[in-house]
């Protein structure tokens, strides 16, 4: 049940699928010869001599014929005349030492990649200089597909297998990226607003660095002019709050650099996680993933819906010397959100949401390996996690999971959507009289872990009887949460966090004892510290309930689901 296959594979293989049956595939021959190495089936075919004359000026001749694994992209010998015709040179002689490296090594990937790799966007592996290339399929205007490599060249010839390697022929040579992202965007001039406020801004002397890695969400003029801002000008008019650009503080600065992430960040790492930090300190872009759709900003929040942008496929994954730029179809912005709570269920992961005729079901029960979760890890070996049809719980299921020194002495689960702010995080479990001890963590990347407070105590069942008042219960850090209340079902105060940026987060829980007590996890509740911590409550179907209940009841149902369990 592992779904960690990277997202660009599986819509590579739709794409391409799609493509076989709407279009005439071009002809594209295969060959394989694993008897010979690089070096010597250059020898045999005349038509790629120029590569291996490259080869010769680069003293690569003994790592060619050498024993390894590899994929060389090989340019024909007529696509190096166009490259020299493009470059005003007659001869590979007249490049310099480190032009000529930087060209040889840009054709080599340090993988042996044949084109069942060749996803809509960078290969798994780098380039022998540490940069990624770009593959694709293009239709010509005869409804004819091909592969394409960095979306400048026509794959002529796939699959060669050699005895170091791959070798794809390739009609153009791959040249490799000169300019940094702030260049690349600049010489765009579909971007001449966006460009505009990074020179304005001086955001783009930060991502103009060549020693730099940075990713950019480019807007084009279309996506501002259906905003009816038309200039610069305008621009400065809708975001500049202190009417001065160059402060870091105000808001059309913070603006530009919200548009900038740190690191190199394709297509294919973008949609890997559910948000990813800016250049603004403690700032995030979310990311949301439907089908071939990658949308970023878009956010429901307690039933509001936040609208965001779609990144622009065709117009993203533009490899420039010191990064990468994507373009954006809408506009995105540091929204200002207020804390909301958020009640999770943990059992709302993609995996057990799958087990159809069976989740939500309180019919059976099923584990999951390690791996098998792309949304939680643990400790232990050859341990496993169990969803739970239980039907004392909340919509009818928990979590099981086995904390115990000798078992599961931790796991790792990945939050939901959070929203800077401050939180109060309350665990609800199934009790049970084991007496097992466990420590929350929240955690934050980059930031120091946040140890929580309290200890769980899941043996802890019966110490939050429905005599006493809700004042008196929460004063001691619990709280009724469902509704019938039971022994059976307990809510604990496990601490208060503090999320320093919206995105999603680690909730960590370690074994402190080994007893045999099992965290039956029902609920997650992360509340804004000044809100009500009581209010709503849940009934059996996972419904809010926001008016009290009959106290009697409570208690006649509280004190029969404790008896039961102690029979």
């Given at each position: ?66 024993y390894g694994s590899y994929t060389f992209f090989i340019p024909t010998n007529a696509a190096f005349s166009a490259y020299l015709a493009k ?481």
């Amino acid at each position: 049940m592992n779904i960690k296959n990277t997202w660009g594979y599986l819509l590579a293989l739709v794409l391409v699928m799609g493509l076989s049956l709407s279009c005439e595939r071009q002809h594209i021959p295969i060959e394989t010869t694993q008897d010979v190495l690089m070096g010597e089936y250059l020898e045999q075919n005349p038509e790629l001599s120029e590569f291996l004359y490259l080869a010769e000026l680069t003293n690569n001749l003994g790592f060619i014929n050498a024993y390894g694994s590899y994929t060389f992209f090989i340019p024909t010998n007529a696509a190096f005349s166009a490259y020299l015709a493009k470059y005003n040179k007659t001869s590979l002689d007249e490049f310099s030492q480190e032009e000529l490296d930087e060209l040889f090594t840009y054709h080599i990937v340090n993988d042996t990649l044949s084109s069942i790799y060749f996803t809509d966007g960078k290969l798994k592996s780098p380039s022998m200089n540490n940069k990624y290339l770009i593959t694709g399929v293009s239709v010509n205007n005869e409804g004819r597909a091909s592969y394409v490599v960095n979306k400048q060249s026509l794959i002529s010839a796939l699959d060669v297998k050699v005895g170091n390697g791959y070798i794809h022929e390739v009609e153009q040579v791959l040249d490799p990226p000169k300019l940094t992202v702030a260049e690349m965007i600049k010489a765009n001039p579909d971007y001449s607003i966006f460009t505009r406020a990074l020179e304005e801004t001086q955001v783009y002397d930060i991502i103009n660095v060549p020693t730099g890695q940075f990713t950019v969400m480019v807007q084009n003029d279309s996506v501002y002019n259906a905003m009816g801002i038309e200039s610069y000008e305008d621009l400065v008019a809708e975001y500049s709050h202190l009417g001065d650009p160059t402060n870091p503080e105000d808001s059309l600065n913070l603006y530009m650099r919200y548009h900038c992430l740190p690191g190199v960040n394709y297509m294919a790492d973008i949609v890997l996680a559910k948000s990813h930090l800016t250049i603004v300190p403690q700032e995030v872009i979310t990311v949301d993933v439907d089908g071939d759709v990658v949308m970023i900003n878009d956010q429901t929040i307690a039933g509001t819906h936040y609208p965001g942008a779609e990144m622009n496929r065709p117009n993203s994954d533009n490899s420039a010397s010191n990064g990468v730029y994507h373009e954006l179809d809408g506009n995105i912005y540091i929204k200002v959100l207020l804390p909301v709570a958020v009640y999770w269920d943990p059992t709302t992961q993609p995996e057990m949401m799958k087990l159809s005729g069976i989740y939500k079901a309180n019919v059976t029960n099923v584990s999951f390996a390690q791996g098998d979760l792309a949304n939680m890890t643990w400790g232990g070996n050859n341990t496993s996690v169990t969803y739970w049809a239980e039907g004392y719980a909340v919509q009818n299921d928990v979590l099981d999971i086995y904390l115990r020194t000798s078992v599961i002495p931790w796991a790792e689960l990945k939050t939901p959507l959070l929203i800077k702010g401050t939180y109060k995080v309350w665990v609800a479990y199934r009790a049970n009289p084991y007496g097992q001890a466990i420590q929350t963590t929240f955690k934050q990347d980059g930031l120091d872990d946040q140890i929580l407070g309290e200890i769980l105590q899941i043996g802890n069942y019966g110490r939050t009887p429905s005599q006493i008042s809700e004042d008196d219960l929460e004063a001691i850090g619990y709280k009724w949460y469902y509704n019938p209340e039971s022994n059976r079902t307990v809510c604990r105060l496990v601490g208060i966090i503090e999320v320093s940026s919206t995105g999603q987060h680690t909730l960590r829980f370690d074994a402190i004892t080994n007893n045999r007590g099992r965290l039956w996890c029902d609920m997650i509740q992360f509340i804004p510290a000044d809100a009500d911590q009581r209010w709503p409550k849940f009934d059996h179907d996972g419904n809010f309930i926001y008016e009290p209940v009959d106290t009697a009841t409570v208690d006649a149902v509280g004190e029969a689901a404790a008896a039961q369990f102690f029979e």
